[in-house]
């Protein structure tokens, strides 16, 4: 793992999560198999192993470049810009 220019820009503290869930699969009745949380806003989403990618959506039509794991006990994040975990 190596760092990125995108972590040093990341609001410190981290922002709060703004659900415990990824609210846009409740909204379509699917559910997410494995939460992320993004490092910019707080957004979570589900990952991309979810038939909606919500976090990854969530970076392409925001352009928050860092998220992390939203899953107890796991605690690497990934840089979608760089494509790597940070």
């Known amino acids: 793992m190596s760092e990125c220019t995108h ?3 990341l609001p410190r503290p ?11 699969c409740l909204a379509v009745g699917s559910h997410p198999v494995q939460l992320r949380l993004c490092l ?3 957004h979570v989403g589900c ?25 107890p006990g ?6 979608f810009t760089d494509q790597k975990l940070v």
């Open 7 to 9: 972590v040093a820009e």
């Open 14 to 24: 981290e922002p709060a999560p703004q659900s415990s869930t990824c609210l846009e």
């Open 47 to 71: 990952c991309d192993s979810s038939p909606f990618r919500h976090a990854t959506r969530h970076f392409e039509e925001t352009g928050h470049p860092v998220m992390r794991t939203f899953e």
């Open 40 to 42: 910019v806003c707080g």
């Open 74 to 79: 796991d605690s690497w994040r990934w840089c």
